[in-house]
Each structure stands twice: as structure tokens, then as C-alpha cells.
């Protein structure tokens, strides 16, 4: 999937059926639920009496890509569970509980942004009561998430 079509999904959250999973790549495969087993045993023979040292090696070339991606993933889930202890995540699940539209702070123009500040910025003020009485309106972020 490329990057223009995974933010439209994650930042509209849009739900995504099994046939779109299968067009956009997401997934390698969708059946119908009565075609699933069959589907399943077919593929699993087909790799069971493939060139096993090609599949292994292949595999394990493919899962390389995977790996490297790893301290990217890392930062990126990081960020995600940031996102999940603020207001817009209290909202956004009482607006889905109640069965309403969310009313995110974050939204309301009159609302100060919140500025992100890391701990290279802390260290170069000197000011090292900055750490100890941070405004309300700031985001902490790790140097290792920048």
C-alpha cells in the first residue's frame, strides 16, 4: 500500500472491507467465508510441495525488510499510544459509546496548539526548572521519537 492511501485510511478511520484490504494490498487474499477452509488447505499444499530451501530463503529475504523496519514501527506505535492519553481519545470513545460526533478539543480553533518539546531543548535552555514545571499546553516527546 502506498503512503497517500495508508493516511487516508488511518487519519479518516475509515473501515475497510476484505475485498479493499485485498485491492490495496493489505491483506494477500480474501474469500468468502464458505471458500476459506478450502481456500486455505490449497495454498498450504502448494507451499508444502514448493521448492522448500527457495521458500525458506525467500522468505527470510522478505522478513529482512520487516526487521529494518522495526525501530521505525517502534517510534511509530510510541507516538500512536501518545495520542491515545489525551482528550481527543476520551472523547473520541464517549462519542462512540453514546453514538454521537466526537467534539475534540484539538478542533476548536480558540484552543492553543500544543507545542512538542524534547529534552535537547530542556538541555539547551540551562533552564533546569523547565523539566520540573512544564505548561500545560506542552507535549513531551523523547529525543529518540524526533
Given at each position: 500500500m502506498g503512503l497517500a492511501k495508508a493516511k487516508y485510511y488511518l487519519l479518516l478511520c475509515d473501515a475497510v472491507s476484505g475485498a479493499e484490504a485485498e485491492r490495496i494490498g493489505l491483506v494477500?487474499?480474501?474469500?468468502?467465508?464458505?471458500?476459506?477452509?478450502?481456500?486455505?488447505?490449497?495454498?498450504?499444499?502448494?507451499?508444502?510441495e514448493g521448492a522448500q530451501s527457495a521458500i525458506r530463503w525467500t522468505k527470510y529475504a522478505l522478513n529482512n525488510w520487516l526487521r529494518m523496519a522495526g525501530p521505525s514501527f517502534d517510534a511509530s506505535l510510541a507516538l500512536e499510544f501518545m495520542g491515545f492519553s489525551g482528550p481527543e481519545a476520551?472523547?473520541?470513545?464517549?462519542?462512540?459509546?453514546?453514538?454521537?460526533?466526537?467534539?475534540?478539543?484539538?478542533?476548536?480553533?480558540?484552543q492553543p496548539r500544543p507545542r512538542v518539546i524534547?529534552?535537547?531543548?530542556?538541555?539547551?535552555?540551562?533552564?533546569?526548572?523547565?523539566?520540573?514545571?512544564?505548561p500545560e499546553n506542552v507535549i513531551w516527546a523523547s529525543a529518540n521519537l524526533m
Open positions: 494477500s487474499l480474501a474469500v468468502e467465508d464458505s471458500e476459506l477452509d478450502a481456500k486455505a488447505l490449497e495454498v498450504a499444499v502448494r507451499l508444502a476520551i472523547d473520541g470513545l464517549a462519542s462512540h459509546k453514546e453514538k454521537r460526533r466526537p467534539s475534540f478539543p484539538s478542533s476548536d480553533p480558540q524534547t529534552i535537547s531543548d530542556i538541555i539547551g535552555t540551562g533552564n533546569a526548572n523547565a523539566i520540573g514545571h512544564p
